[in-house]
């Protein structure tokens, strides 16, 4: 079967870049899609397709995939970016797969 | 706007089952896959299953086969899902989603039913 690995926690200083990576075996093949969730609330899809954002979603957000890693980057990282994220793929052996989450924390 | 919109919390014994809706509003209901994914309190994202609105047809997680099942009613744009022999284990967060199958991902989600199973 298909996984994800994604970090416990991740933190960044206010302003600054954050980094949240998912590990999967040749995911630079696979179409990757990040949702973020904040407490007692619904996931809320924030980049599709690797690199694409919905409308809606600021620019600061931005993704990337190759190699056996995928990258979701939050740019000057404000307060309100607290939250778990979570990368998911679809795979052909396993359907619908998701990492394990993120805590993102801003300090 | 597009919109799913779940029914309020549950509460059940060990061994009942439960039945979950999810209202769509805000597009054409039966365009788009409808699938189910649940969380247990302080945990991850799990997949459950499928189901196309205009088909009917189903694709449930290996985990789920046999105890559970997601049908639908057109008429009211509503999807369900239903989970049978419930366990203390099945205490979760249940989430419906709108699927895009071009590239597999999920918007929007339901608010988020919380089911907890408890004797």
């Known amino acids: 079967s298909y996984e994800l690995t994604q970090p416990l926690s991740v933190s960044v200083a206010l302003g600054q870049t954050a980094r949240i990576t998912c590990g999967g075996n040749?995911?630079?093949?696979?179409?990757v899609h990040w949702y973020q969730q904040k407490p007692g609330q619904a996931p809320v899809l924030v980049i599709y397709r690797d690199s694409n954002r919905p409308s809606g979603i600021p620019e600061r957000f931005s993704g990337s995939n190759s190699g056996n890693t995928a990258t979701l980057t939050i740019s000057r990282a404000q307060a309100g970016d607290e939250a778990d994220y979570y990368c998911q793929v679809w795979d052909s052996s396993t359907d619908v797969v998701f990492g394990g989450g993120t805590k993102l924390t801003v300090l | 706007q597009v919109q799913l919109v779940q029914s309020g919390a549950e509460v059940k014994k060990p061994g009942a089952s439960v039945k979950v809706s999810c209202k769509a509003s805000?597009?054409?209901?039966?365009?788009?896959?409808i699938n189910w994914v649940r969380q247990a309190t302080g945990q991850g994202l799990e997949w459950m299953g499928w189901m196309n609105p205009n088909s009917g047809n189903t694709g449930y997680a290996q985990k789920f086969q046999g105890r559970v099942t997601m049908t639908r009613n057109t008429s009211i744009s509503t999807a369900y899902m239903e989970l049978s022999s419930l366990r203390s284990e099945d205490t979760a967060v249940y989430y419906c989603?709108?699927?895009?199958?071009?590239?597999?991902?999920?918007?929007?989600w339901g608010q988020g039913t919380l089911v907890t199973v408890s004797s």
């Open positions: 040749n995911i630079g093949s696979k179409n």
């Open positions: 805000g597009y054409t209901f039966t365009s788009y896959d």
């Open positions: 989603a709108r699927y895009f199958w071009s590239g597999y991902w999920f918007d929007p």
